[in-house]
């Protein structure tokens, strides 16, 4: 698309200058939502890179120190994992409470972890495994709330509360705020949907999103499953009938516009456009954000090695992304139908045959792949569910109960110390003993690691402060 509109005669000329202008905005501001795309990342950028907008000037005390960690991949293990058949087990405990797996040696003398992680356990050498985190909200909506954004949710313990605009911003929300992207490539991206719950009033689980500070910051949306042949982002590929030539002519946009007019209407009555809409435009031609999206460019012993299932093939996104120049990448666990990692029912065959496998793939596979490619030291990467079980077999169905008293946490990459257990349980994985950490601890640890300034102070749409973080750095942690 030219950058100037076709000059005219004197006497029509500005007329004409200024009717095409507006003309192309209102194009360009419709482009994202015609071609399936959200608008946080492409308005945020331009919010972040100080162009005089207001959120851009937001900010207090925002300078930040010089970053440990240039992204950070967050694997939210959605339903609760339980710390008693992962990374905390205990031999000795009742049979009531320890359960049917058995704690294997690892490559670090002295860590043990379940045994059906028997990938992970050749890589311990790289992880801190935190088995001391601990908070009180056994509901998954409001936990899941904190789990990902670091902070409590505007209602607690509820399973009722959806998305609402007092949510706090998600952690990679936060990112896109205070760390611009100048790669073009977007600055938080989630996949392969936002973490639901069918047995939760609520169903989505809040905290998913920009939150109080808008949704220029809500990011960008993968959906599907990345494991299918035919899968492609939706938004970064076109309709078969139209290439980048047609694409740039304003008649196919015009064509394009009138089949989402409504939305862009809607939109167009929350968000303000201006120049920066062109990177609309720019996202879906630019080569390397389309090359950063594409699997197929991977070989398939590496597809094969995350797993060739819908949790494998996102984690190799994820690594995909960061490579590209995305700072946070965040995979919730996909929708498998059964509740994820809710156990409440069945709890031992459902982690042995279904949910650890391909957990233990993707999570040794993205370690493995990042240190070979130079990219763990800079890497953060995180895995966490938003409570564990509880410490008690529940005997009529095999299952295990919420438990939000005492759960793990893994982290690595990045400053995170390596090869290392990071925090105590009592004798049942009940509480924590040693190194108590919060969901706000948790959070704020890792935005630390990332040179991100956590004493600062940011808008909201209303101009009310709010702090960046609400939990303290555990600097045991770091190196």
């Not at 991977?298 to 984690?315: I, K, P």
Request: glycine fraction near 10%; charge should be neutral; include cysteine.
């Amino acid at each position: 698309m030219s950058n100037h509109p076709r000059r005219e005669q004197h006497g029509c000329r500005d007329f004409r200058r200024s009717h095409l202008l507006q003309r192309r905005q209102i194009l360009q501001a419709g482009t994202l939502s015609a071609l399936g795309l959200g608008w946080g990342d492409v308005l945020s950028r331009a919010a972040l890179a100080g162009q005089g907008t207001e959120q851009g000037s937001s900010f207090q005390n925002g300078a930040s120190a010089k970053p440990r960690a240039k992204a950070c991949i967050l694997l939210f293990m959605w339903g609760g994992p339980s710390q008693l058949e992962t990374f905390d087990l205990k031999p000795d405990a009742p049979a009531e409470v320890r359960g049917e797996f058995n704690p294997i040696a690892t490559k670090v003398p002295g860590i043990q972890i379940c045994e059906h992680f028997s990938r992970l356990a050749q890589m311990t050498d790289k992880l801190a495994i935190v088995r001391s985190l601990t908070h009180d909200d056994p509901a998954h909506l409001s936990s899941g709330h904190l789990a990902l954004t670091g902070q409590l949710a505007p209602v607690l313990k509820s399973d009722a509360d959806p998305p609402s605009a007092k949510d706090s911003p998600h952690l990679g929300a936060l990112i896109s705020k205070m760390r611009p992207n100048s790669t073009g490539m977007p600055s938080f991206v989630a996949m392969p949907w936002k973490a639901y719950h069918p047995g939760a009033p609520g169903g989505e689980a809040p905290g998913q999103h920009g939150g109080w500070l808008g949704s220029a910051y809500d990011g960008m949306l993968l959906q599907g499953d990345l494991n299918a042949a035919d899968w492609q982002p939706q938004g970064l590929s076109l309709p078969a009938d139209i290439g980048l030539d047609r694409l740039e002519s304003r008649v196919e946009l015009l064509r394009l516009l009138d089949a989402q007019r409504a939305t862009l209407q809607q939109s167009l009555q929350s968000v303000a456009y201006g120049n920066h809409q062109s990177r609309a435009l720019q996202l879906l031609t630019s080569q390397n954000v389309r090359q950063a999206f594409d699997l197929s460019q991977e070989n398939d012993a590496t597809r094969e090695r995350y797993g060739r299932n819908q949790h494998g093939q996102c984690v190799l996104m994820a690594r995909r992304l960061v490579e590209h120049g995305v700072p946070l990448v965040s995979v919730n666990w996909h929708n498998d139908g059964r509740n994820f990692w809710d156990t409440h029912g069945d709890n031992f065959n459902r982690l042995k045959n279904d949910l650890i496998p391909p957990a233990d793939m993707a999570l040794s596979a993205l370690l493995q792949d990042l240190e070979e490619r130079g990219l763990l030291d800079e890497t953060i990467v995180a895995w966490v569910g938003e409570f564990g079980r509880r410490p008690q077999i529940s005997q009529q169905n095999a299952g295990r109960e919420h438990w939000p008293f005492c759960y793990n946490g893994i982290l690595a990459g990045g400053p995170v110390r390596s090869g290392i257990v990071y925090g105590a349980s009592d004798k049942h994985a009940a509480y924590p003993t040693d190194n108590s950490m919060s969901p706000q601890d948790f959070a704020t640890t890792i935005l630390h690691a990332m040179g991100l300034p956590i004493d600062g102070m940011l808008l909201d749409r209303e101009n009310r402060p709010h702090r960046v973080a609400t939990g303290k750095v555990h600097h045991g942690l770091l190196s």
